[in-house]
């Protein structure tokens, strides 16, 4: 199965800055690669999808880039409600795999 | 609206078995792949099992393959994944998801653009 490395595990920042997420496969995966969100209590929404393409209605302030085998998702000016939980998902080849998720704390 | 519903989680002994359902509705449901995704308390997002639109490709996560069986009726809008076997280790909040493209047969059909809000299965004596 394809392993997917996501980094940092989590991360403390405060309103306003920009933040940077990482995930690497353990093989290429072309830009078969999505990003999600999740909020305690809550299930996990999709943000971003063929690793650079904003799902609709999610904020501009959400990007992503990356191809092959590394991948990151950048949130810039973060605001209160981006506090949660990240995921990447790679859905190149089954068995689909996640990355080991980065939470994102207030500082 | 697109909508999924999940069932039939609870309480189960190990060794156990349970069959968990997720009702779908506002889509051409026989379309689309659909997937279960768990969450162990505390943990990760952990794919467990996919299945085509036709129901006749089904794929696992090697911690669940040879105990998990995924199934569609598609007449009844349903998707289903039956789990025997049951180990404390299988024990966490089931999400049913909705490939984002139809059609896909073998490999994914894109994103899981689609959740339900999850079923809680509990192995525990």
């Known amino acids: 199965a394809i392993q997917m490395t996501q980094s940092p595990s989590s991360l403390s920042a405060s309103v306003g800055d920009s933040v940077t997420i990482t995930c690497r496969a353990s093989?290429?995966?072309?830009?078969?690669l999505g990003w999600y969100q999740q909020k305690p209590g809550k299930a996990p929404k999709l943000l971003i999808y063929t690793a650079s393409t904003l799902e609709s209605g999610v904020p501009s302030r959400f990007s992503g880039s990356g191809s092959d085998t590394d991948f990151t998702l950048t949130i810039t000016s973060l605001q209160p409600e981006d506090f949660a939980t990240y995921y990447c998902?790679?859905?190149?080849?089954?068995?689909?795999?996640f990355g080991q998720g980065t939470k994102v704390e207030i500082k | 609206d697109v909508q999924l519903l999940e069932s039939g989680g609870g309480l189960v002994q190990p060794g156990g078995s349970v069959r968990l359902s997720c009702a779908a509705s506002g889509f051409t449901f026989s379309v689309y792949a659909m997937n279960w995704v768990r969450q162990a308390p505390g943990k990760g997002l952990e794919w467990v099992s996919g299945?085509?639109?036709?129901?006749?490709?089904?794929y696992y996560a090697d911690s669940v393959k040879g105990r998990f069986t995924i199934s569609r009726d598609n007449p009844m809008n349903t998707l289903y994944l039956e789990m025997n076997s049951l180990r404390a280790d299988d024990t966490a909040l089931y999400y049913c998801?909705?490939?984002?493209?139809?059609?896909?047969?073998?490999?994914?059909?894109?994103?899981?653009?689609?959740w339900g809000q999850g079923t809680m299965v509990t192995v525990s004596s």
């Open positions: 998801a909705k490939d984002r493209i139809g059609g896909s047969y073998y490999s994914p059909g894109g994103p899981l653009h689609i």
């Open positions: 093989q290429g995966i072309r830009n078969d």
């Open positions: 998902l790679q859905d190149y080849l089954y068995p689909r795999t």
């Open positions: 299945v085509s639109g036709s129901g006749g490709r089904t």
